[in-house]
């Protein structure tokens, strides 16, 4: 598989879009009026404990306050009977820690069962109070009418390593399967941070695959100096009273070169000079192997024109996409899930119904796994597949759409289909979907997808004006305004129930038309 980067930059925003055989597969916008949170390191101030919910609300200084759940907190320390001394001189470790200069607790270890202590057995108000400072990272973006949510267990990515402080966990990326391999990363960084006397956890990302020690090497350089300036700042604001901003995740473009490009990625292509100039020095430094492909396109058409990416951004933003074949799934976004109902259409080329059926719905596992990359859709999402008889077909699927989700960069899990023929399936979400980012909420509709008809807005004028004669007895005259739609309505159609209601009233009804008004919008002015 070719994949290509292209990297767009106006003064408005930046947009990453990544290419897989020429195919959009993901997007990711950056406006610089609202810049992301995910990956930023502040020191918040709790607002207010939760008890009921285990859960604190804390300002970091944004238009929302944050939410932060016990169980996203790190472990609390606690006394553990005193251990022998040899037991004391194996875990010494743990208990001297650059964290210290922090007051940040390392995780706590019993000595005699090693059993970890786990944070969700502390509740959060022995843990925390109002007005408490605390270092927290934001796991999640704000999305929609929710804060942003936060973790204390503090992480800094690099191009293949994440450091964590506040844990002693080595782990390598599911996405490396070789167990020789998996055994050499671990052995390597188990040896390099006693080498360098690097207190806390690592973790080795998919691209630490195949990395010579001594690139790793260098990685954890990087994140110990970054670790020890973040602990200075810390320290250095501490005496203010304001939430303050202590690190600042990377710009989308340099993120998108730390943590998109790979071995099969061919070209960057970046369409401006300042910023190709920055991820060439980036590059250089911190993937080197990317460098040569790095291309700043100058042509005077727009570089996502050339490649038809505007065209499949706005074809994301629809409910309906097309299969090749003539089915069609439709997309349907709600605040509590996403649901994705998948039809034959056009679609009548299988040997029997049976068949048919099953072609139409391999060939969605393969479009709904690009939409949910290419959209950004997270949380609860329902698939319904049309309904399938045989029992190997129904595995046949479901193998599918499981091996096209191993591309997805998101985690997912997924459930059998169920005998109403659904997949239910969880997808993380860190950030807004594409729609939430680039749309808002219709203001004819409010969101609801649909508004009354004429009709239906015609009887309602006729029971207000009912309503308001019972009511006043004084007017001699209604005028009612309304969208022209209507109006026309009660000219025409409705002429008769209008002159019926004038004899029964004995009052006249004259209409007025506002323009500026949605169909469902009307006033009676009484004369």
């Known amino acids: 598989m070719s994949e290509e980067l292209l990297i767009n930059i106006s003064p408005m925003e930046s947009r990453v879009a990544i290419l897989d055989n020429g195919i959009l597969g993901e997007i990711y916008i950056e406006r610089h009026h609202k810049l992301g949170l995910v990956g930023n390191i502040y020191l918040g101030t709790v607002v207010r404990v939760l008890p009921g919910m285990q859960a ?76 408490q400072r605390i270092l927290v990272q934001v796991t999640k973006d704000q999305l929609g009418s929710k804060g942003a949510r936060l973790t204390t267990n503090i992480s800094l990515p690099s191009r293949y390593l994440v450091y964590l402080p506040s844990s002693e966990h080595i782990g390598i990326s599911q996405r490396i399967d070789g167990e ?34 001594d690139k790793l090497e260098e990685d954890i350089y990087y994140l110990l100096q970054l670790w020890r300036t973040i602990c200075a700042r810390r320290q250095e604001i501490n005496h203010h009273q304001s939430s303050e901003l202590i690190y600042q995740e990377l710009a989308l473009p340099l993120r998108s070169i730390r943590d998109l490009v790979h071995a099969d990625t061919e070209k960057v292509i970046i369409d401006n000079a300042q910023i190709y100039e920055q991820v060439r020095y980036f590059a250089k430094e911190f993937v080197p192997f990317v460098y040569d492909r790095i291309v700043h396109y100058t042509a005077e058409q727009s570089l996502f024109d050339v490649h038809r990416v505007e065209d499949d951004l706005k074809d994301a933003l629809k409910r309906r ?18 649901t994705i109902d998948v039809n034959t259409g056009s679609f009548v080329g299988g040997r029997s119904l049976e068949d048919t059926v099953y072609k139409t719905n391999l060939e969605a596992t393969h479009a709904i796994a690009r939409q949910l990359r290419l959209r950004n859709l997270g949380g609860i999402i329902i698939l319904d597949f049309i309904d399938m008889l045989e029992q190997q077909h129904k595995d046949d699927v479901l193998e599918s759409l499981q091996s096209q989700l191993t591309q997805d960069y998101a985690k997912t899990k997924i459930t059998q289909v169920s005998e109403l023929g659904l997949v239910e399936m969880t997808r993380k979400r860190t950030r807004e979907s594409l729609g939430q980012q680039l749309c808002e909420p219709c203001s004819t509709c409010q969101g609801r997808g649909f508004v009354k008809t004429a009709e239906t807005v015609c009887f309602e004028i006729f029971r207000e004006i009912m309503r308001c004669a019972r009511t006043y007895n004084s007017p001699k005259k209604f005028t009612v305004v309304a969208h022209a739609a209507v109006i026309d309505l009660l000219l025409t159609s409705e002429s008769d129930t209008v002159a019926d209601l004038e004899y029964l009233l004995g009052r006249v009804i004259t209409f007025d038309v506002e323009n500026l008004y949605t169909q469902e919008q009307y006033d009676i002015v009484l004369d």
């Open 56 to 131: 604190a609300f804390v300002d970091i200084g944004q238009s929302r306050t944050a939410f932060l759940h016990v169980n996203d907190m790190q472990r609390e320390p606690r006394p553990v009977k005193k251990a022998p001394d040899t037991a004391k001189n194996q875990t010494n470790g743990a208990t001297e820690s650059i964290t210290d200069d922090l007051d940040v607790p390392p995780p706590i270890v019993n000595t005699q069962s090693t059993e970890v202590i786990p944070a969700s057995k502390t509740l959060i108000q022995h843990r925390l109070h109002e007005s």
């Open 180 to 213: 020789e391999e998996r055994n050499r990363l671990k052995t390597e960084l188990t040896s390099l941070m006693q080498t360098v006397n690097l207190k806390g956890g690592l973790i080795a990302r998919t691209a630490a695959e195949r990395v010579p020690v």
């Open 321 to 338: 996409v097309d299969l090749k074949s003539g089915g069609y799934l439709i997309i349907d976004q709600t605040e509590a899930m996403t």
